[in-house]
């Protein structure tokens, strides 16, 4: 009986491999194109005077593709090789293989240095890395003059694998060496007011506990369970009403922005719908339950750089006059795209597929060309409009960076006052104006 079986596998095999080889053809004369590009690959493979890796002849050719479509207007498409697609799916997933710390450079010239305290529980923080600790060399790789991507690549790997670190602590007469094993780590999407001194966030503003300040960073796979959880948190320790902020935020996936609004609108309310060739319709997303949070009075504030499923929260929100949309002018990128998996899922082809409109039936997408007072992006409701000069921008930034990375008793300290809120009101102008909006709602 068991000799029978092999030949029926046999023959399963071979009508699958007819199948499959059947598939390839139909589809070579439905774009025989197709056909010509695999010909041109093993011309070049097998004739070229000077050889070429195949590799490399793939990533021309879908690099080559990709930019025809770019001059045909679709600025978001693009191919990501197994370097780059790997990170865009750990923050999609918002888990990566690491250690749990936050880097970046500082100074002139660059040094790469840790730049909060890790992650409680995590082998950086079982390691006793600390703040201002300056990152020399990564697997014997000098850091010096090296891009944050390839820093990134270095310092992540698989949950397991080792990686061998150059520390060089303030006041150390040497550098020590040091060696980890990384772990799973988990990005953060919901972020808070201000870090804590032992590293986590305070949500509530310390000059108005009733006002709530959360940040979505990005749309992740973990984004709405974690929303779903401060705000919990947040109510039941007191706050009234919240500022959704989504500045910075250049979107993400498209389920969890639906998932968000979902949160805080009554059922049957259109949240977006996404438009194929032609404007046809492909899908519209609804409410099919009412949130849990109906009487949270909102305020969402955005700026150049909230885009993609940002301003799908911002324009669903703002178009059922469920919060008031404060700061300036959303970046306008209305497009989905969908990750298409290359090489048995190696690398991937991020492809435009769809747009997005908003409740209104606007479109949110800023089409090459459009014009300055066009249609597009997501505007601040009138006399909430806030827009920061360059100067206020980097003032901002570097005020929003130390923020996050320092504790409430170091940031009093450097604050100059004292007092980080009045800070705060001094800085981020766009925050206050979402405050003043929702002092005035809770006082009415």
């Keep these: 009986m068991r000799n029978a079986s092999v030949p029926q596998r046999n023959l399963l095999i071979l009508l699958l491999a007819t199948v499959i080889s059947y598939a390839c053809y139909v589809r070579g004369e439905q774009n025989p194109y197709a056909r010509y590009i695999a010909d041109g690959l093993a011309a070049i493979d097998e004739g070229s005077l000077e050889p070429v890796p ?32 790997d990170p865009l799916r750990a923050d999609i997933r918002q888990q990566f293989g690491g250690i749990g710390v936050r880097i970046g450079f500082e100074g002139d010239p660059p040094r790469l240095v840790i730049v909060g305290p890790p992650e409680p529980g995590t082998p950086a923080d079982r390691a006793n890395l600390l703040p201002g600790d300056q990152i020399l060399a990564i ?81 992740g796979d973990r984004t709405a369970m974690e929303f779903a959880r401060v705000l919990e948190q947040v109510t039941a320790d007191g706050a009234a009403t919240v500022v959704l902020d989504l500045r910075e935020n250049a979107g993400g996936a498209l389920d969890a922005a639906v998932a968000v609004c979902e949160m805080l609108l009554p059922a049957e309310k259109v949240i977006v719908e996404t438009r194929g060739r032609d404007q046809s319709l492909r899908q519209r997303y609804a409410t099919t339950m009412d949130g849990g949070y109906l009487d949270l009075p909102l305020a969402v504030v955005v700026n150049q750089n909230s885009a993609s499923a940002a301003e799908i929260v911002a324009a669903c929100l703002q178009d059922h006059g469920r919060a008031v949309v404060v700061g300036e002018r959303t970046y306008g990128k209305g497009t989905v795209q969908q990750l298409v998996p290359l090489e048995s899922g190696r690398s991937l082809l991020k492809l435009t597929w769809a747009s997005f409109w908003r409740p209104s039936g606007e479109k949110i997408h800023r089409s090459a060309g ?19 000069t360059p100067e206020e921008y980097a003032a901002y930034q570097k005020y929003r960076a130390d923020r996050d990375i320092l504790g409430l008793r170091q940031r009093s300290n450097t604050a100059g006052n004292g007092d980080p809120e009045v800070a705060a009101d001094f800085v981020d102008e766009q925050l206050k104006r979402a405050v003043d909006y929702l002092r005035s709602e809770l006082n009415e």
């Design 54 to 85: 195949d590799r490399e002849l793939f990533d021309a050719a879908m690099e080559g593709m990709v930019g025809a479509l770019r001059r045909y207007g679709d600025e978001h498409s693009q191919y990501l090789p197994e370097a780059e697609a």
């Design 139 to 219: 697997d014997d790789h000098a850091t010096k003059g090296m891009a944050m991507a390839d820093v990134l690549r270095l310092m992540r790997g698989q949950p397991g694998t080792k990686i061998h670190l150059l520390i060089q602590q303030e006041h150390a007469a040497q550098p020590r060496p040091v060696d980890l094993v990384r772990e799973v780590i988990n990005i953060e999407s919901i972020l808070g007011d201000r870090r804590n001194d032992e590293g986590g966030w305070e949500f509530r503003l310390a000059a108005d506990p009733l006002i709530a300040h959360v940040r979505i960073a990005s749309f």
């Design 370 to 388: 459009s014009a300055a007072d066009g249609t597009w992006g997501v505007m601040p409701n009138p006399g909430y409009q806030r827009t920061l």
